[in-house]
């Protein structure tokens, strides 16, 4: 079968189906209810999933409003897809409409484009392929939604409360060929609350999610313009970020803007809040200096956790990294910054949490997503490999990733895609973009790996 071909008549399928699914701002929010339990939009997302599969004939079901399959196949075996609807939120510095799906030069542009509204659609369609060519199934195969993959999981973790573990299962959700293992994720929180000696930082505030580099951050100073001015603005100058300073009546407002970027690997953002904690530790002289001295003395050019004593790497998965993506400061109350911290395969966790050196401050483990692993010599991996290298002619090598799939959930699972070899990553950044023609493409690969992992052969008995 043809698959790239197939893939190709449905290209204007595709970018309706993804432009509308784009269009809902399935950001979590507040106003949860039984039925939207991270909010109406990301609920209206998960909708638009069972619709569709309701109106092709797939098995559909709503298991909590927090996750959703669409089933189709007979076997006792079972292949899970499983993709996200949920997305973060859209962020500053965009020149495209963040949820508006606009197709310029080749791309589509939108928050959630490549992580995970594009992937899922491409799965989506490659299942629809493979249904209606007609091929039998040898196994069930189940498109599982998932509404909350970007705040913590807690969608496929009520999902497998009641719900069957598939046999073997993959992530559109990552990069290509295939990515079989998983660093381990957890949240840290570094506290201090007593607090003796006020100085001019009145509060701070950088970031709204661990899993993202924050682009602004934001401080209120005692003063006038006349006493930070200049200063803030050579300091904005030499880092090359852009940076205002405005008066307001409680004092003065500074405000520096960094780059977005995915927390499994912070070098590729700007971190505002860094560097702002950078600027204030030469200002201050206090307790407003002790929490920016901390921030700047221990991630200041430092994403990998040397000064804390936590750094390791392994050849398997790569350097541990540490996202500074929550800074918070109020005077004379709990001054926190917590951390995305993604640790090499062969970490020794509990060892290394015990050494840690912290300065001041406690630190909290809040969670911790132990690491994923599939070995390489494995069937599954194998067909696979197969499966990509049949549709592009490219050796399937396996790759380690610091970013977390909900193949981390799964007893056996793997990130599939649909991020191509070189392909610039734009995940969590403004201007979020999915090239088109790679969506063709990627449709293609799972249309093939769905037919060779679940569909009777000829000469199949």
């Not at 993604?342 to 809040?366: G, H, L, V």
């Not at 969590?428 to 969506?439: G, M, S, T």
């Amino acid at each position: 079968m043809d698959w790239q071909t197939e893939a190709e008549k449905r290209r204007d399928q595709i970018i309706e189906e993804l432009q509308s699914l784009i269009a809902i701002p399935s950001v979590l929010s507040e106003d949860a209810t039984p039925e939207a339990p991270f909010g109406t939009e990301v609920k209206r997302a998960l909708q638009w999933f069972m619709d569709k599969g309701q109106e092709r004939g797939y098995r559909v079901k709503n298991v909590a409003n927090v996750a959703a399959h669409l089933e189709i196949g007979e076997g006792e075996e079972l292949l899970g897809i499983l993709g996200h609807v949920d997305v973060v939120p859209a962020g500053a510095g965009w020149t495209k409409e963040p949820f508006g799906g606009e197709v310029e030069g080749g791309n589509l542009y939108g928050r959630g484009s490549i992580d995970d509204k594009g992937p899922t659609i491409a799965a989506w369609t490659a299942l629809n392929m493979v249904k209606e060519a007609g091929f039998e199934f040898d196994k069930r195969i189940r498109l599982i939604i998932g509404t909350d993959e970007e705040s913590g999981f807690r969608c496929v973790d009520r999902y497998f409360e009641t719900e069957e573990m598939p046999t073997i299962a993959f992530a559109p959700d990552a990069d290509f060929p295939i990515i079989n293992a998983e660093k381990g994720i957890a949240s840290l929180v570094f506290s201090k609350k007593e607090w003796t000696q006020p100085d001019a930082l009145q509060s701070f505030a950088s970031g709204k999610r661990t899993n993202m580099v924050p682009d602004l951050a934001e401080a209120i100073v005692d003063g006038s313009l006349a006493d930070w001015q200049a200063q803030f603005d050579e300091f904005c100058s030499k880092h090359k970020v852009a940076g205002t300073c405005e008066q307001m009546q409680e004092g003065v407002k500074l405000a520096v803007h960094g780059k977005s970027a995915h927390a499994m690997e912070p070098d590729d953002g700007v971190n505002a809040g860094i560097l702002l904690a950078v600027f204030l530790k030469g200002q201050l002289a206090g307790d407003g200096k002790e929490f920016t001295a901390f921030v700047a003395d221990n991630f200041y050019n430092d994403s990998r956790g040397r000064r804390f004593v936590l750094d390791y790497t392994d050849d398997i998965s790569g350097d541990t990294t540490f996202n500074a993506g929550i800074l918070k400061f109020e005077q004379d109350k709990l001054a926190t910054v917590e951390v995305s911290m993604r640790y090499s395969i062969s970490y020794p966790f509990e060892e290394k949490m015990a050494d840690a050196k912290t300065d001041a401050f406690s630190m909290e483990i809040r969670s911790n997503s132990t690491p994923h692993y599939v070995d390489e010599n494995d069937p599954f991996i194998r067909t696979l490999q197969n499966a990509y290298e049949k549709q592009t002619g490219n050796t399937a090598d396996l790759l380690s990733i610091g970013g977390g799939t909900y193949a981390r959930v799964l007893q056996k699972g793997v990130a599939f895609g649909m991020l191509f070899p070189g392909e610039k990553d734009v995940a969590h950044q403004a201007d979020e973009f999915v090239d088109i023609d790679n969506l063709i493409k990627a449709t293609a690969i799972y249309a093939e790996a769905i037919y060779q992992l679940a569909c009777k052969k000829s000469g199949d008995v």
